[in-house]
T-cell receptor
Framework: AQSVSQHNHHVILSEAASLELGCNYSYGGTVNLFWYVQYPGQHLQLLLK??????LVKGIKGFEAEFIKSKFSFNLRKPSVQWSDTAEYFCALRPRNEKLTFGTGTRLTIIP | NAGVTQTPKFRVLKTGQSMTLLCAQD?????MYWYRQDPGMGLRLIHY???????AKGEVPDGYNVSRLKKQNFLLGLESAAPSQTSVYFCASSYLAGKLAGGTGELFFGEGSRLTVL
């Protein structure tokens, strides 16, 4: 069975700091990978996705993620965070035509 | 664009009461899902459906039932609510991954239904 690990449960950064949130997965075959964001009081929204091709994926609001197959990782990055990035971030894995599995999430707090 | 709509958005129940959450999507998606979100546990899949008339169990199906009589609707039922079912419930829908152009399996979520069981 597949699994997703997000080791950072809560990250606190100052505005303009660089961000990297870790995501590791366990699955032996071809996968689709996603990062979702949940702003306070809102539903989950897709931040970016990896389906195939270029392992460096760019998403909305200046976020990017790199798929490293050899490390089973799909870390999320942003060079300079803003207060409005305060949210919970979920990494998710979906093997082809199977169910989506979420990590437990990382709460990001940005201090102005 | 409505997308995925959940009703009700808030509900308070007493232990032992029953209720049904309704999810409706207008994107003609084959797949629909019900998740629950609890602090520190992320989203856990309760039940899902791969098409009209079909349902399947997810990670945490106990205490819940579902039905998908129409392609656009997916109902989640609690027959006898328990305090452990206090949670935020999210419905989602998606195309079958890879089936359509751009069909990467991305899930589209509703705004959530907050359920409190006293």
């Amino acid at each position: 069975a597949q699994s997703v690990s997000q080791h950072n449960h809560h990250v606190i950064l100052s505005e303009a700091a660089s961000l990297e949130l870790g995501c590791n997965y366990s699955y032996g075959g071809t996968v689709n990978l996603f990062w979702y964001v949940q702003y306070p009081g809102q539903h989950l929204q897709l931040l970016l996705k990896y389906f195939s091709g270029d392992p460096l994926v760019k998403g909305i609001k200046g976020f990017e993620a790199e798929f490293i197959k050899s490390k089973f990782s799909f870390n999320l990055r942003k060079p300079s965070v803003q207060w409005s990035d305060t949210a919970e971030y979920f990494c998710a894995l979906r093997p082809r035509n199977e169910k989506l599995t979420f990590g437990t999430g990382t709460r990001l707090t940005i201090i102005p | 664009n409505a997308g995925v709509t959940q009703t009700p958005k808030f509900r308070v129940l007493k232990t032992g009461q029953s209720m049904t959450l309704l999810c409706a999507q207008d994107m003609n998606h084959e797949y629909m899902y019900w998740y629950r979100q609890d602090p520190g546990m992320g989203l856990r899949l309760i039940h899902y459906s791969v098409g009209e008339g079909t349902t399947a169990k997810g990670e945490v199906p106990d205490g819940y039932n579902v039905s998908r009589l129409k392609k656009q609707n997916f109902l989640l039922g609690l027959e006898s609510a328990a305090p452990s079912q206090t949670s935020v419930y999210f419905c989602a829908s998606s195309y079958l991954a890879g089936k359509l152009a751009g069909g990467t399996g991305e899930l589209f979520f509703g705004e959530g239904s907050r359920l409190t069981v006293l």
